[in-house]
């Protein structure tokens, strides 16, 4: 999910996964926030040349050995 933040003036993107499997999935939403961010830079890199893609993270994961987790 993209989203534009005109207040912060940068685009948002929020990765939601699920698995049925016993493993986490937290580098497979990471990884696929990190390649739409990098999506939107190629896309918009003649336009704007200051950008940056920063603050990947995990923001909340539920279930698995560690239990739930909210970051946010």
Sequence with gaps: ELGINEEKSCVEITATVRSVGKTGVEMEALT????????????AKAVEKTMRIQNIRLVEKHGGKSGDIVLE
């Design 32 to 43: 696929a926030v990190s390649v739409a961010a990098l999506a939107v830079y190629d896309m």
